[in-house]
């Protein structure tokens, strides 16, 4: 079945940087565009950044765009965010995502990893 697993996230003063990474499995990796979310409580989860399926075409919501990079290791099964410059809005609960399937799909997400920036 399909799993993904985020890690990297923690506690990071503003101005500083993380990567978040996602191991998944159960599919085939290379076949499917990937993407990270974030949601923050009593929000809407947020579409954060899309990467293609073999990372030459990325997307980036406009309130991270110049400071946050999204790649792919497809040998490795593994997606990553890197997160530079970091601010305390960002400060959320980030999730690997993929959807796979015909019509409207199936989403897959990840159990999330808490990113904190704070003083």
């Known amino acids: 079945q399909v799993q993904l697993v985020e890690s990297g996230g923690g506690l990071v003063q503003p101005g500083g940087s993380l990567r978040l990474s996602c191991a998944a499995s159960g599919f085939t990796f290379s076949r499917y565009a990937m993407r990270w979310y974030r949601q923050t409580p009593g929000k809407e989860r947020e579409l954060v950044a899309t990467i293609s399926t073999v990372g030459g075409s990325t997307n980036y919501a406009d309130s991270v765009k110049g400071r946050f990079t999204i790649s792919r290791d497809n040998d490795k099964n593994m997606v990553y965010l890197q997160m530079n410059s970091l601010k305390p809005e960002d400060t959320a609960v980030y999730y690997c995502?993929?959807?796979?399937?015909?019509?409207?799909?199936?989403?897959?997400w990840g159990q999330g990893t808490q990113v904190t920036v704070s003083s």
């Open positions: 995502h993929t959807k796979q399937g015909v019509g409207l799909g199936t989403d897959y």
